[in-house]
């Protein structure tokens, strides 16, 4: 009889985690974010060329939203932003200067946690990261601090100010 009630407990569980995995779908706006941290990544190691191409596929990304597949509130916030994050993605993808690009980051950073804020583009938590030097800020998928702006001059001056999706 303990066999069963182990074995029915186990299918119980297993079964859960399963319906809650399948829960985890990424949104339409989730390639977004994967854009958005490659640009932070390519500005860290201070990459001008590295950080225009991937700011090129977030313009790719961003036109290419199924808005019909976004919830209404979704699509409302993403809406909202879409040009701020156009115009400043656009910059960095024409510039090969790395200080204009990290100016047009900035811009870009407050507009993206807006949207990452309002709407749940991931499970995992995303970190809002300050730089007091910039007096800017930026979101990264990893709590140790990387600073875009400043690279290996200054990679580990700032701190997380607020964690998305705990």
């Avoid at 390639?31 to 941290?37: A, G, I």
């Avoid at 156009?86 to 811009?107: C, G, L, P, V, Y």
């Avoid at 709407?119 to 910039?134: E, F, G, H, R, S």
């Amino acid at each position: 009889m303990k066999k069963i009630f182990l074995l029915v407990a186990l299918i119980a569980t297993t079964s859960s985690q399963l319906l809650f995995a399948q829960d985890t779908k990424p949104t339409a706006l989730t390639p977004l974010l994967t854009s958005y941290y490659d640009i932070k990544d390519a500005l860290i190691k201070s990459s001008s060329a590295d950080a225009s191409n991937h700011a090129g596929e977030f313009l790719k990304n961003i036109t290419a939203v199924d808005m019909k597949a976004l919830p209404a509130a979704d699509m409302t916030m993403f809406m909202s932003l879409q040009e701020k994050l156009t115009f400043d993605a656009r910059h960095i993808s024409e510039s090969k200067d790395i200080a204009h690009q990290r100016e047009h980051f900035a811009n870009f950073s407050t507009n993206f946690f807006k949207l990452a804020k309002a709407v749940k583009l991931t499970d995992n938590p995303v970190y809002y990261a300050y730089c007091p030097m910039k007096k800017s800020y930026w979101l990264s998928a990893d709590a140790a601090i990387k600073n875009p702006y400043y690279g290996s001059q200054m990679l580990t001056c700032g701190k997380v100010s607020e964690i998305l999706n705990k």
